[in-house]
Each structure stands twice: as structure tokens, then as C-alpha cells.
């Protein structure tokens, strides 16, 4: 069974910084794409970052320059360093995979970014 499992989530104050990882388990393979989606209760969720096999990356508008997303294929894991934070990214961060056309999500970590 594939497994994404995201930690690095807590509460930190406007202007700090959190440095997530998502470590998968349960496949020999890399995945293809690996992004971070964060939703806030009430609101759809939303595509924060997303990285390719290859190391190409693609960011939403309202982090980038403050976000920065890398993956570790040897290890499986993606990570996502968010710096500068502000209120407006608070919400339950989640890490998302691709591999072999099949789709896996992360059970998510709370990210709260206080004022």
C-alpha cells in the first residue's frame, strides 16, 4: 500500500517560517508529479506547489517568492519550506503523488499562522 505521510505542520507567527516533508512508502518507484494542497474549512482545495520528476516546479501566485518545493526522489520525499508566512496561509496542508496514473493523498498537516 502507498503511503504519504506529511509532517512539519504547527503554529508559528506572521513572518516566520515552516519547512514541511511528505515522505511516501509502499513503492520501489518515484512518483511523477508530488505537490502541496492546503484548504481552509468551507473553501475548495487549492494547489500551492508542485514539482515534476524531472524538478520542474510550478507555484500559486499568492506564494510565490516565499515558497520553495524540492524533492528528494532517492528518498521519496517532497518538501515544501515556507517562509514569510502570513495568516492567509494557514490551513490543513496536504501532500499529493502521482504514479502510474494513480492519484495519493496525505492524511494533511495543520500549518496556523497566528498575527
Known amino acids: 500500500q502507498v503511503q504519504l505521510v506529511e509532517s512539519g505542520g504547527g503554529l508559528v507567527q506572521a513572518g516566520g517560517s515552516l519547512r514541511l516533508s511528505c515522505a511516501a512508502s509502499?513503492?520501489?518507484?518515484?512518483?511523477?508529479?508530488m505537490a502541496w494542497y492546503r484548504q481552509v474549512p468551507g473553501k475548495q482545495r487549492e494547489l500551492v506547489a508542485g514539482?515534476?520528476?524531472?524538478?520542474?516546479?510550478n507555484y500559486a501566485d499568492s506564494v510565490k517568492g516565499r515558497f520553495t518545493i524540492s524533492r528528494d526522489n532517492a528518498k521519496n520525499t517532497v518538501y515544501l519550506q515556507m517562509n514569510s508566512l502570513k495568516p492567509e496561509d494557514t490551513g490543513v496542508y496536504y501532500c499529493?503523488?502521482?504514479?502510474?496514473?494513480?492519484?495519493?493523498w496525505g492524511q494533511g498537516t495543520q500549518v496556523t499562522v497566528s498575527s
Open positions: 509502499g513503492t520501489v518507484f518515484s512518483f511523477n508529479t
Open positions: 514539482i515534476s520528476r524531472g524538478g520542474s516546479t
Open positions: 499529493a503523488a502521482e504514479l502510474f496514473g494513480l492519484h495519493y
